[in-house]
């Protein structure tokens, strides 16, 4: 959950569609929206705030995503201002201080983020939710959290969305802080991790398999060299997923608890590009990236193929 600012977290983890559907949150009546491409099924539970809650290859009864509480899933995660005590607003003691931390699944006291509108368009899945503040019991942030979702292939395209418009006065405005673009949990049973962090970035040199940090040791691992934007963990036949995000280079990954557990398990895998933001109190910021599910060599050559795409 928690990016490198705030080491306070060390101690706790934390398609085939032919159809167009559009929900307000008075007629949904839907628990998740689901796609499958005949290679991947994709699942985002409507219940906490659209996050991504499955992705398993198409048929198959087994999830790669951790979703053992509202801190993990797939979902997107925004930091801004200063880190407050606030225990006596009903801030939680296990994550105070804490700054402005809105969340898209919902809090640490598992009350959960509220649907605005969903939407089901071919491969691709959109929700707008109102998230919450992680430390806070049941408040909701002043922000809009969106979600573009589509299938391509072995490939997640994820497009995310905040829009702030806080009144407060306690946090303060243009503080820079480290962004989960986004926070992602494979399950444990994923459990070595890969990157390139070489200086010749996308001209297939060999990978490097990197120590896994297991976040009793103090905090997860920091990477401030990660070349090719990526990182992926898999399982011992090199298959597994992969994050890319092309706009960070600077990466958080581990593992909490014991390897080898799955999607509702307590142990879990994470992976997070970082980047350094000023989120204003009033401002829209948007990002891109991508989970890649395949093996090593495969989910490799297709970022590969993306990054020749944005050129």
Known sequence: MRSISLLSFVLLINFHCISQTSKTPEANTLSELMADNGMLTLKLDLTRGGAISWLSLSGSARSVVNIADEGRYIQQSY????SLDRKAEGQSPRWSPWSWNPIQ???AFRNRAQILDYKKTGNELYVKCIPMQWDMNNKPAEAEMEQWTTLNGMVLEVRNRLTCHRTDLIYGDSISCDQELPAVYPVSSLKNLYTYQGQVPFAEEPVQQISVVNLSSGFWGI???VSENWMAFTDDA???MAVYNP???KFLAGLAGVAGKEASDGPTSYIAPVKKEILYKN???EYKYYILIGTLEEMRGKIYSLNREKK
């Open 238 to 240: 090199k298959w597994g």
């Open 223 to 225: 990477y401030n060299q």
């Open 79 to 82: 930091y801004a201002g200063k």
């Open 105 to 107: 699944v919902g809090d």
């Open 283 to 285: 401002c829209v910021y």
């Open 247 to 249: 706009l960070c280079s």
